[in-house]
């Protein structure tokens, strides 16, 4: 899938650091708030 500027994306799940703890998070818990996303590869698997 790819998204462009303007593009509304998919809803998803995934677990997050926030605030000392990991926590279950949907994007949608995020509905009206600006959102950056970065996804890279897991650290040091020299990918």
Request: net charge positive.
């Amino acid at each position: 899938m790819c998204l462009r500027p303007g593009m509304k994306a998919p809803d998803f799940e995934a677990q997050a650091y926030v605030k000392g703890e990991v926590k279950n998070i949907k994007l949608s818990d995020y509905q009206g708030k600006w959102v950056v996303l970065c996804f890279y590869p897991a650290d040091f698997t020299f990918v």
